[in-house]
């Protein structure tokens, strides 16, 4: 990422995706809303903003635009691989947003596969044991630029 600062994984994502009218397109998308007009409808961003939005989200690989008509020609947004690994942090987004930011219960429920209501936590990929606070310690830190 160009300019003066930390060297980090986190501002470079944020060049894509942390913008509020992207992460919000992004959660139509990922939601199974695909039309343009669908995605404006739920998120409330103007058509030019949010035509920008995922036009950058489409060339940095996160959604795809793909034609589903011909005359005349239509297109849909469908999350690439980028994308629908995005689901996870969109879900700690929202479980987030629903403990320290929404008053009262949250607007959205999500269901496990085994019937309890979805609370995601991470998880080290090597021993599947909670990630909290003081089971990690820093490797390696970006340098300052």
């Known amino acids: 990422m160009a300019g ?16 509020r009218w992207s992460l919000l397109a992004l959660r139509e998308v990922l939601l199974g809303e695909r039309r343009f007009d669908q995605i404006a409808r739920n998120t409330g961003a103007s058509r030019d903003i949010l035509a920008a939005r995922l036009r950058t989200l489409v060339e940095r690989g996160v959604l ?64 599947h044991a909670p990630v909290l606070a003081g089971t990690t310690r820093l490797v390696r830190l970006g340098q300052v630029r």
């Open 64 to 127: 795809a635009r793909v034609q589903y008509q011909e005359r005349p020609p239509r297109y849909e947004y469908v999350p690439t691989e980028a994308g629908r690994a995005l689901r996870p942090i969109m879900l700690g987004l929202m479980e987030w947003g629903d403990r320290y930011v929404t008053d009262g219960p949250g607007p959205t429920r999500w269901e496990h596969d085994c019937g309890a209501e979805l609370h995601p936590e991470m998880v080290c990929g090597h021993c």
């Open 4 to 19: 003066a600062g930390r060297d980090c994984s986190i501002a470079n994502a944020l060049g894509v995706i942390g913008e």
